[in-house]
């Protein structure tokens, strides 16, 4: 065990790898108790560091007509909010999936998700790229993917090794 | 036509197939196995190795090297002998490259075994010492380990088992199928026991940097029985970097002692091999040298501790009692309270459940009433294996 680790560093480090252990389950691999295990978790939920439990979905793989796009926007920055406020704006929208603010040739990253093609272009021409501090868009469609969340695409897929070895 | 049985040798005819491989036959028939059963880590190897076999091959490194390995390689591995275990080799004469761990295992043994010799070989353990004793016209003896000992050899079973013929002692610690490992006052008394006689120690120590404790670091290294005082003299140590770096495929260990021995060995190899594989060869040089491997060896470690540990709870929440491994990259868990054999246990378990594990007494008769099970799989592999073991044991009650 890697003793330079605080447990709240192993129990993230765990959690993001596989969020559907027990508390059991992870206290076993840590070797502490899981009412250790509960109060950091609430403790960093409190915190606002650990947010949520969600699934890694092979989108395409799931529906063959989804789409997700990733659209570059470059805005203006307000007053005061700087780029808060249109970027809270842009993320109340059910069809965004994340919304980051950048470093670089553009400001936000914007992952937008539809069931066709057809809805994700109609959402960034009548959406985003008309609201106030808008100055433009760049929008790439996703073709395939590889890996999300530390997760190889399709999973297990390339195990060669034998069933049984010594 | 030919009569093979009669043109073949008695002695190769003699010797079986592997319990594992049997095992194997039955799985490969069936169709959505999760399998426990691999002893070879689910991590590809580190990139930077991989790297460098691809450098050398564009390169055009594609020649024979010295009979005992590349010179970089044996300064290496010899340096990490000195820093993971204390004790030095000359790299001009006590170290020879070897086609994985086990040609190591099975030249140690030839060079040192005439007609008759005893090896003693502690037991559970891997398949391969006893038959490679036997084809060099040994004589191998079985030391059974039990789990009231955490599967250790004791100073009394090893006394036992010794008599005048006794030539040499195999070590197969870290263990595999059990897990357990020898600390150093436990080897102190083995040693003790080996100072006074001329037998010779073949410590396998492939598992040397999967260790675990949980008791804190200091007990967590791996200690070589080679490092004892007065040990080197009768030690061949076997090691090689199919586990730690994730490197079964390359085919590539080594094995070290004193020079005597180790000039023997080197003209086995020499007309049985040649050398060993130039690009794993290159290949092993980053292996051991490379900054970054070495956090990729700390962090492949650190995910089988933790694997370890949930495994370890998982079969006795199960109520398999499991026994606490503190190496490799297995548990061994009892199944004699199912009232099956390992063999049936095993049976019955790929055919209702498609779960495939490995019998016990694959590794010795003494395995009877245990089960190996591997971890180098995901956390959602082994919860999804866990689970259908568990619906397993509550049909059979």
Not at chain 2, 125 to 138: D, H, I, R
Request: glycine share 6%; aromatic share 8%.
């Amino acid at each position: 065990m890697d003793n330079s680790k605080t447990i709240r560093d192993r129990i993230l480090h765990i959690l993001r790898g596989n969020a559907r252990l027990t508390d059991e389950q992870i206290a076993a691999m840590l070797g502490v108790t899981a009412q250790a295990v509960g109060e950091e978790i609430a403790e960093l939920e409190k915190e606002g560091i650990l947010v949520g439990f969600t699934a890694i979905i092979n989108e395409e793989a799931y529906d063959k007509n989804a789409v997700t796009a990733i659209v570059e926007l470059k805005v203006s920055p307000q007053m005061e909010n700087g780029y808060n406020a249109i970027a809270n704006k842009i993320a109340q929208n059910r069809q965004v999936v994340s919304v980051q603010l950048m470093s670089g040739g553009f400001d936000l990253a914007v992952t937008v998700k539809g069931e066709n093609l057809r809805e994700v272009a109609m959402f960034v021409s009548d959406h985003l790229a008309v609201m106030d501090g808008v100055l433009s868009t760049a929008t790439h469609f996703i073709l395939k993917r590889f890996k999300e969340k530390d997760t190889l695409f399709p999973v297990d897929a390339d195990d060669e090794r034998s069933l049984v070895s010594p | 036509m030919i009569n093979y049985d009669k043109i073949l040798s008695e002695k190769v005819k003699s010797i079986q197939f592997s319990g594992i491989r049997k095992f194997f036959d039955i799985a490969a028939t069936m169709d959505n196995v999760i399998s426990l059963s691999v002893g070879e880590p689910d991590f590809k190897t580190p990139w930077a190795i991989r790297r460098k076999a691809i450098l050398s091959l564009e390169t055009g490194h594609t020649r024979y090297s010295s009979n005992s390995g590349m010179v970089e390689l044996r300064v290496e591995a010899c340096k990490y002998m000195q820093n993971l275990l204390g004790v030095s080799y000359d790299p001009n004469n006590e170290i020879v490259v070897t086609v994985g761990g086990s040609e190591a295992i099975d030249i140690a043994i030839r060079a040192l075994v005439n007609d008759g010799d005893e090896v003693l070989v502690p037991e559970p353990s891997f398949v391969c010492y006893a038959p490679l004793v036997e084809l060099a016209g040994g004589v191998a003896v079985p030391i059974i380990t039990k789990v009231e000992d955490n599967f250790k050899l004791t100073p009394k079973a090893l006394k036992a088992a010794i008599t005048p013929k006794t030539k040499a002692l195999i070590l197969p610690f870290p263990n595999n199928p059990t897990g357990a490992v020898m600390r150093r006052d436990e080897l102190e008394e083995i040693a003790e026991i080996l100072r006074g006689t001329e037998i010779m120690a073949i410590s396998d120590e492939i598992y040397a940097e999967l260790t675990y404790s949980d008791g804190g670091e200091d007990l967590k290294k791996h200690v070589s029985i080679a490092s004892l005082d007065g040990m080197r003299e009768r030690t061949i140590l076997i090691n090689g970097f199919s586990k730690a770096f994730a490197m079964t495929g390359w085919r590539l260990g080594w094995v070290a002692g004193p020079e005597p021995i180790l000039t023997q060995i080197l003209k086995i190899h020499q007309y049985a091999i040649m050398c060993s594989p130039t690009t794993s060869q290159y290949a092993a040089i980053t292996a051991l040298s490379s900054p970054e491997v070495r956090r990729d060896v700390d962090y492949m470690v650190n995910e089988y501790d933790m694997r370890r540990r949930l495994c370890v709870k998982s079969f006795n929440d199960m109520g398999l009692n499991c026994f606490n491994p503190e190496g490799a990259f297995y548990v061994f868990p009892c199944i004699k309270s199912t009232g099956l054999t390992s063999e049936e246990f095993c049976e019955r378990l790929i055919k209702s459940k498609r779960v495939a594990v490995v019998p016990g007494t694959a590794f010795g008769k003494s395995g009877e009433g245990f089960v190996r099970v591997s971890y180098a799989y995901s956390l959602k592999h082994l919860t999804d294996a866990f689970a259908r073991i568990e619906e397993f044991l509550r049909e059979i009650k």
